[in-house]
């Protein structure tokens, strides 16, 4: 680039990064293809109105092939087309120090309290979404009783997505030279939104600073001997660089409390989870051993069940409920003989089951016992006379005498 | 006797809904406004009585404890000062700025102690531990290691759970990362309390004078101690505490010349 396009009467801000590789995309213009680089792009901000002219880019290419010696084709010059903008001016009313685009301002002081003679800082922030924040200009007018000096400007410049904006911060170091109260009054920032054709205001809040202490005299009293009263510690001579800050105007009057370590809940609390994991543990290991014992000793599981059913009977009994009684004693019988045949016998029928004993090696004196009471059972259930307690309790005993008969069985020899 | 107990209810509801009173809270907002005012013109004395008047009444904010400080600085009463600021850091350990004032009150009063005797030593920090904890509050490590450890647990208890190989080693790592953090922030929160040292922590505020070796003006010297000294307050006994020294020398003072920073 051998020339860059003038912007007299304009403020710039470039809007591709200083450091960047240039990357061409190809594009055919009347058959030709060209390899396009974007040089240059930037927002321009007229400054002032009237006809103002952007100036053309101006190249030097170098064509042809090899290096050195070797090299063919020569140099190409081109500048660009230069550009007119005809700049209007703001509409009317158009006050002192309008902007032209979208803001909004804040104000604060980073103390509401002071000593006369220390200074406070007035913070004025602008957040400007859309224009040119170094347009921002605030006044601070002059208040009796305070030194105002020079302001300090800090600008931070955005452009997402080409639209140019950023924040503009401005700072004022302000002495009280007297007690009293003062009232920083609110700052307006007239505000032209070209998108709109609308003006709007945007203010910052009204501010009160109190200062206190002996007033500043106005002229510099000639250097004593002797130290000023209420001298900084950090004014002393012989201590000249020690900082101790500034007293702080404002406190949550937090109070003594226990913190969370000391709550006496916390120490236990740590052993909670631990005490869960290990519960968790032992009660899977002890069902986990339960359930090998069940299935080591089928039998004796059986047996148990059978007597928690005998149990139900009982209490059947006592409650008079003969369905019930006779229906948990043939239950009872039932898982007996399951677990010392190791098979479901509760679906087959007398014949079957008498067989199936047999089978096993029982006494023909055991099986007609157990078939004539599942009978006597089964049809002291539905019979109207069999809900007598003397008869209940008597088939509770047999079945207890009937289970602990099946539990002497001996079929190791029996089975064919 | 239902309807009794309704406007019973109703009315200790009422009771709960009306606002708390603002007098206190309005009277420490005076008090904590008088001793800005008599501090910035330069009456540190009625400062230092205003600021003491709110933590007498209970107040222990790092805030009032600055000024406190700053106050005790402006009127020269260095090992209050120090006090004062350590008081302020145990309750907000990342006041940087409190810091930077605590440690301008230690240059000063070692500074004169060179002045004095002719070298100083300023015993101003602790151990790596207590340093590496320094920027940490308690209630932030208390919180950390309560949900690390329970963390730690939790995935500890889920990884029979989880049936792929990638997200068992996941939940795994998370375990041992969650284990690993908890172990720290709690050795932070034992460090804090002191757990691993005797007494607890406090400051000697009066003028640099000799520690005895025992309850008794009579005893003999056992080392020397110094204004704004960390030192440990082991026990008291009649008017006399005993302390060790920042520097391992451990001897009597009188009692009201040693402050502890926790209170």
Redesign the interface.
């Known amino acids: 680039v051998n020339q860059q396009p003038s912007t007299d009467g304009f403020w710039v801000q470039d809007l591709l990064p200083a450091q960047r590789t240039l990357e061409p995309h190809r594009q055919t213009v009347r058959g030709v293809p060209y390899s396009v680089y974007l040089i240059r792009r930037f927002a321009a901000f007229p400054l002032r109105t009237g006809e103002l002219t952007i100036g053309g880019l101006g190249l030097r290419v170098q064509t042809g092939h090899g290096f050195g010696f070797v090299r063919t084709g020569g140099v190409l010059e081109r500048t660009g087309a230069a550009r007119t903008v005809s700049v209007r001016a703001l509409p009317a009313p158009a006050p002192a120090g309008a902007f032209v685009g979208e803001a909004t301002v804040e104000a604060r002081l980073d103390r509401s309290?002071?000593?006369t003679g220390?200074a406070v800082t007035l913070t004025l922030g602008a957040r400007v979404t859309a224009g040119n924040v170094r347009d921002i200009r605030f006044t601070l007018p002059d208040i009796e009783g305070l030194r105002i000096l020079q302001p300090r400007h800090n600008d931070v410049v955005t452009h997402p997505q080409d639209r140019v904006g950023g924040t503009r911060t401005t700072e004022w170091l302000i002495v009280p030279q007297a007690p009293g109260e003062y009232d920083i009054p609110a700052l307006a920032l007239p505000i032209f939104n070209p998108a709109t054709g609308a003006w709007s205001s945007a203010s910052t809040p009204r501010l009160r600073l109190v200062a206190?202490?002996?007033a500043i005299p106005t002229t510099i009293d000639p250097p004593t001997d002797e130290p000023a009263?209420?001298l900084?510690?950090a004014d002393e001579e012989?201590?000249p660089d020690?900082?101790?800050?500034s007293?702080?105007?404002?406190?949550?009057?937090?109070?003594?409390?226990d913190?969370?370590?000391e709550a006496p809940w916390?120490g236990p609390?740590?052993g909670a989870?631990?005490l869960?994991?290990l519960l968790?543990f032992l009660g899977r290991r002890t069902l986990a051993r339960a359930q090998a014992k069940q299935a080591e000793n089928p039998e004796r599981h059986g047996q148990r069940e059978a007597r928690t059913r005998l149990s139900d009977a009982t209490r059947a009994a006592k409650a008079g409920e003969s369905r019930k009684v006779y229906a948990h004693c043939s239950a009872a019988l039932t898982r007996a003989l399951d677990s010392r045949c190791s098979e479901p016998t509760g679906g087959l029928s007398r014949p079957q089951l008498r067989r199936l004993l047999g089978d096993e090696g029982v006494g023909q004196a055991d099986i007609n016992a157990l078939l004539t009471a599942f009978e006597e059972w089964d049809s002291a259930r539905f019979s109207p006379g069999s809900d007598d307690a003397t008869i209940l309790k008597g088939a509770t005993r047999q079945c207890d005498a009937l289970l602990r008969r099946i539990a002497k069985w001996d079929l190791s020899g029996g089975a064919s | 006797m239902k309807r009794g107990l309704a406007a019973g209810a109703l009315l200790s509801l009422a009771c709960l809904s009306v606002p708390v009173p603002t007098l206190a809270v309005d009277r420490l907002d005076e008090i904590f406004a008088r001793g800005n005012e008599a501090f910035l013109t330069g009456d540190y004395a009625a400062a230092i009585a205003e600021y003491e008047a709110l933590v007498a009444a209970g107040v222990s904010d790092p805030d009032v404890y600055f000024n406190l400080g700053l106050s005790h600085a402006r009127a020269d009463e260095l090992g209050r000062a120090v006090l004062a600021f350590e008081r302020c850091l145990r309750h907000r350990p990342s006041d940087s700025e409190a810091r930077t004032a605590l440690r301008g009150a230690q240059t000063l009063l070692a500074r004169r102690q060179a002045d004095r005797d002719g070298e100083a030593t300023m015993n101003t920090d602790t151990s790596i531990l207590e340093a590496s904890y320094r920027w940490v509050s308690l209630e932030l490590l208390s919180i950390t290691a309560l949900s690390c450890w329970n963390l730690f647990f939790l995935l500890l208890l889920i990884v029979p759970y989880v049936r792929r190989e990638s997200g068992r080693l996941t939940v795994s790592v998370g375990a041992v990362i969650s284990g690993l953090l908890a172990a720290v922030m709690l050795l932070g929160v034992s460090v804090k309390h002191d757990f691993f040292l005797d007494g607890s922590p406090a400051v000697y505020v009066a003028d640099s004078a000799p520690l005895l070796q025992g309850p008794d003006r009579r005893t003999s010297s056992a080392g020397q101690i110094a204004e704004g000294d960390r030192c440990r307050f082991l026990r008291e006994e009649g008017d006399y505490a005993e302390v060790q020294s920042s520097s391992g020398v451990t001897g009597w003072t009188l009692r009201d010349r040693v402050e502890p920073i926790g209170r």
């Not at chain 1, 020690?242 to 800050?245: T, V």
Request: proline fraction near 3%; aromatic fraction near 10%.
């Open positions: 309290q002071v000593a220390d206190v202490g002996n009263e209420g900084d510690i012989s201590e020690i900082e101790f800050g007293v702080r105007s404002e406190s949550e009057f937090t109070r003594d409390h913190t969370l370590s916390f609390s740590f989870a631990p869960l994991l968790l």
